[in-house]
């Protein structure tokens, strides 16, 4: 675990490391000079990030998971899920014309006007509420708009 850790430090932090544990005062280039040939280490270009701390994520995803299960066997609690999903309704050329022997390249900007987006609040029993927005995607207004129809259904059906 400690070769691990220090790996990735650069060659003044093991200088200081060896000076603190073991009292040795030696210089950044005799560091590099022992990495380098005796160890086998060089100083390369990184080629991949790998996260931090990717552990903590899976134990809060496996946490998240086991409080969803809870909620899904209590009978007293419903547990609603907002899903969104967005369609294209002006779908992309495959084929267009161009000289022989040139590629054809097909510009094309952004469109939402065309898109159908769907927002949906799904129970383990039924969809709750399903609200169609067109003409753009979604906007903080059409989300307000969504949730004050959606208490007030919720309201409707679940009371207490």
Known sequence: MEKQKTRNESIVQ???????AFG???SASTVFRISRKLLRYSYKRI?????????????KR???IQRFLKILEDPKKVL?????????????RHYA???IGKPVIYECSKQTQHNLTFT??????????IQCF???GTKNEYFSHYFENLTEKMLNKYPN
């Open 97 to 99: 014309y161009s000289k």
């Open 80 to 92: 609603l899920v907002l899903d969104e999903v967005g369609f294209g309704t002006s779908c992309l």
């Open 62 to 64: 496996i946490a998240f």
């Open 120 to 129: 949906v609040t799904i129970s383990p029993h039924c969809a709750e509420y």
């Open 24 to 26: 040795i005062s030696i």
């Open 47 to 59: 080629a991949t990030y790998i996260p931090k701390y990717l552990g903590n994520k899976i134990l």
């Open 134 to 136: 067109d003409k753009g």
């Open 14 to 20: 093991k200088t200081r490391r060896l000076r603190a």
